[in-house]
């Protein structure tokens, strides 16, 4: 890794809690009621043709990797990666329980999938999360592990309630 994305390893107490990140069938009751609050509260900030999350059926693609993340039996977050092609891939359906929420899971999700992209010897990774208001803290926490604004990629379009980033690996 690179000394200008150093402090992106740095963890806070809160990160080093007991957490098992798996790759996930999406099978469970729970992970899919989680996926269903993502896309509800996809809809109270963006209008329908701006949504561009995962539904469960989109997630078990074969170019999609989805991971859950958890706790003992209690689920904590989840989030996933869909290849684009070999050498790029996007992060899609990042979602942290409301019961966790500030507890470091959406950062330690994050840096479980870095470390899969550079796995898969991924050259980028990009993603597409909402421009409103709501969406502030995961913009704060793209940036902090190195993603900036970018264009569109992929299929996407330039949209008022999308913003766009990417990070080199």
Not at 106 to 122: S, T, V
Not at 137 to 154: E, I, K, N, T, W
Request: glycine share 4%.
């Amino acid at each position: 890794m690179s000394e200008t994305h150093s402090s992106v390893v740095r963890e806070t107490a809160a990160e080093q809690m007991h957490m098992d990140i798996r790759v996930d069938d999406l099978s469970n009751p729970e992970v899919i009621q989680l996926l269903r609050e993502h896309l509800q509260s996809m809809t109270l900030h963006s209008p329908p043709e701006s949504i561009h999350a995962l539904d469960v059926e989109a997630l078990r693609q074969p170019d999609v990797t989805f991971w859950s993340a958890w706790q003992d039996s209690e689920l904590m977050g989840c989030g996933a990666i869909k290849e684009l092609d070999p050498r790029h891939g996007e992060i899609k359906s990042m979602r942290t329980a409301s019961s966790h929420r500030g507890k470091g899971v959406a950062a330690r999700l994050m840096q479980h999938m870095l470390e899969e992209a550079r796995r898969r010897c991924y050259e980028r990774l990009s993603l597409e999360t909402g421009s409103m208001k709501a969406f502030a803290p995961a913009h704060r926490l793209y940036a902090r592990f190195g993603f900036r604004m970018c264009g569109p990629f992929a299929d996407y379009v330039e949209d008022p309630y999308n913003v766009f980033m990417t990070r080199e690996l």
